[in-house]
């Protein structure tokens, strides 16, 4: 008889375990999803806010370059394309990868340009700035 007790016993006190616990686990479980599922999206946020920003350093030496403040064109470059090889780095798209890849190889050009005051270099930040938008998602018109 009290061995039959002690079963009983040890079955209720089971029940109750996973009656208490059961729910409290699934909870667990969800909430370790959604943290999954926001972490996700934050490092893409992230990324997106650096590549944004690598574009900021583009326009802001385009706004040097068409203002022919070449002086300040070159800092800017040098920074620019700093930023440039850092996210190549960074970034996991293939797209924006490539676009990235694509800009670094003209850097020498664009240095050389700077330098030599090339009034048409103008049309190879405007390429890089299309480039750089469409690898964001924007819409680009190629004109």
Known sequence: MKRARAI???VVVALAYV????????QLV???NQA????????AAEARIRFG????QLLR????????????????SSSFFDS???EAAHVDRPEAKAALQEILAKRDQVTTAIASTD????????????????ALGYPVSRS
């Open 19 to 26: 009656a208490g616990f059961w729910p409290a686990h699934r």
């Open 119 to 134: 009034g048409s270099l103008s049309v190879t930040l405007k390429e890089f700035e299309q480039s750089l938008r469409g």
């Open 36 to 43: 999954e599922a926001v972490q996700s999206r934050l490092v």
């Open 53 to 56: 920003e690598v574009l900021g």
């Open 8 to 10: 009983v016993v040890l």
């Open 30 to 32: 969800e909430v370790q």
């Open 84 to 86: 440039v090889r850092a």
């Open 61 to 76: 030496l385009s706004d040097a370059v068409n203002a022919k403040n070449y002086g300040e064109a070159a800092t800017l």
